[in-house]
Nanobody, 121 residues
Framework: HVQLVESGGGSVLAGGSLRLSCAGSGYTYRSYCMGWFRQAPGEEREGVAVIDGAGVSSYADSVKGRFTISRDVSKTTVFLQMVDLQPEDTAMYHC????????????????RGQGTQVTVS
């Protein structure tokens, strides 16, 4: 049974930072691509950052230079370090996992957590 549990969201002022965590269990963690997605009210879900089993990461243009995705293989946790947060970053953030190649399409990820809210004012 695959389970992904996010934490670390909250409310910050513009320019602030947050670190999101996604604890995974129930699957072969090291071989999975992990992604962070976000969805604001009335908006489509957007891919933010992805990282494959080899540790290679990619970012959406809107967050490049501000967000960093990383994974702690020994603890089956993926992180999203976010700095210089802006109001447009406000959204529900969730992590997702797939045994296939990394993708920006959220529907390609078989597993998804419940999400953690990030609010920037």
């Amino acid at each position: 049974h695959v389970q992904l549990v996010e934490s670390g969201g909250g409310s910050v002022l513009a320019g602030g930072s947050l670190r999101l965590s996604c604890a995974g269990s129930g699957y072969t963690y090291r071989s999975y691509c992990m992604g962070w997605f976000r969805q604001a009210p009335g908006e489509e879900r957007e891919g933010v950052a992805v990282i494959d089993g080899a540790g290679v990461s990619s970012y959406a243009d809107s967050v490049k230079g501000r967000f960093t995705i990383s994974r702690d293989v020994s603890k089956t946790t993926v992180f999203l370090q976010m700095v210089d947060l802006q109001p447009e970053d406000t959204a529900m953030y969730h992590c997702a996992a797939t045994g296939g190649p990394c993708s920006w399409l959220g529907t390609n990820y078989a597993f998804r957590g419940q999400g953690t809210q990030v609010t920037v004012s």
